[in-house]
């Protein structure tokens, strides 16, 4: 069964700090999906950014990349000079190619301070 | 814009009086799901839809029921709600074999008295 850790339920940083959140998971697929979702506080769940399993190349959207380490099953998001609009819960997810459901990780309440 | 709509956006109804939630899409994807989300926590998949058909999840209460009447809409029936299912309710759509990712409505703030 797919299963996705995240090992940190909260982080707080200071605006316009870097700041990564980490996220390992387990799967005996090779091809699959990796996604950060973010929910801010009382407000919709978006798309942060995803990352196809075949690609080596590291997902980066503005700000936010992300580092995939295939071999390590590890999936860590890096938010560069953090905003305050970043404050949010941010959910790790995993989907195989083919399957229609996701697996979540627990979260992590991310807290930017300014 | 194409969106994920949800219906009512905050629902209070009493314990064991049935509820509906409902959803609807612009996005004209062939997958919605239900989620139940309580507070500072996963969002729990109930159930989903891969075009007409229904895909409960192991551990959904019989209490939760859905029907998808068409592709732009879903609904999410409680029959007899008790004080554990409140919750916010989340619906969620995705086009297997395009982008693959999922589209989440606002959600739907569920309070039992």
């Known amino acids: 069964a797919q299963t996705v850790t995240q090992s940190q339920p909260e982080m707080s940083v200071q605006e316009a700090e870097t700041v990564t959140l980490s996220c390992t998971y387990d799967?005996?697929?090779?091809?699959?999906?990796l996604f950060w979702y973010k929910q801010p506080p009382s407000r919709q769940m978006i798309l942060v950014i995803r990352q196809e399993a075949y690609k080596q190349q590291n997902a980066t959207e503005n700000r936010f990349s992300v580092n995939f380490q295939k071999a390590a099953k590890s999936f860590s998001l890096k938010i560069s000079d953090s905003q305050l609009g970043d404050t949010a819960m941010y959910f790790c997810a995993h989907r195989i190619q083919g399957a229609q459901k996701l697996v979540f990780g627990q979260g992590t309440r991310l807290t930017i301070n300014p | 814009d194409a969106m994920v709509i949800q219906n009512p956006r905050y629902q209070v109804t009493q314990f064991g009086k049935p509820v509906t939630l409902s959803c609807s899409q612009t996005l004209n994807h062939n997958v919605m799901y239900w989620y139940q989300q309580k507070s500072s926590q996963a969002p729990k998949l109930l159930f989903h839809y891969y075009d007409k058909d229904f895909n409960n999840e192991a551990d959904t209460p019989d209490n939760f029921q859905s029907r998808r009447p068409n592709t732009s809409f879903c609904f999410l029936d409680i029959r007899s709600p008790g004080l554990g299912d409140a919750a916010m309710y989340l619906c969620?759509?995705?086009?297997?074999?395009?982008?693959?990712?999922?589209?989440f409505g606002p959600g739907t703030r569920l309070t039992v008295t």
């Open positions: 799967t005996s697929e090779s091809n699959y999906y």
């Open positions: 969620a759509t995705s086009s297997l074999g395009g982008r693959d990712e999922q589209y």
